[in-house]
């Protein structure tokens, strides 16, 4: 075993061994921020995956309420994530380099979502959801927006371009769901909701 290797469990073991300092308590809270921003991608992630299961089910006015309701869940968790990140601190660079690396896999799942999406845009349109699918790609995407923006202001400023640049990517990824959306007639959305 390589000496870079035992430091981990000699780190470990002081923790153990001693009541903790200040700097030991500040680094637990620092993993507790970390977890927290991780939590909330985590989970937008799991609820942009139901909309996408919800979305290919669609076969007409039967399924408008699951998609709905996907769609629901999917702002309330971007919108109670914004609140949570807001309340925490910020995160070390290590910390922002895994948080990256989670948008990443994000936008590939959002940009997976829109791609249904725009697959099924003749259902929509057929059965009169066409409008609501598009209002949930207009604020998906103002909150999107706003969560991303949220975590960028935990991150190191030396990973601030960094961050902007995996921001933009999940832009691009929704936007194509609004533009693809965007001749829908806004008769649509009042039809979804009859
Ligand atoms: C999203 O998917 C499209 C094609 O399905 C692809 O051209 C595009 O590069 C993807 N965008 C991102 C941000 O991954």
Redo the contacts with the bound molecule.
Sequence with gaps: MQITQLIPFFLLGAAFASSPSPVERKASLVQRDYATISGVISDVQSKTSSLKSAIDAYQGTGQTASVQNAQDALLNSINTGNSKVAASSSVTLAQAYQIGNQVDDL??VV??S??SALNKKSAFVAAGDAGKVKKGFNDLKSAANTLGSTIKSKVPSSAQNLAQQKID??N??IQ?GVDGYADVARRAARDFKA
């Design positions: 936008t590939d940009n997976a829109v791609d990517k999940l691009e990824a194509r």
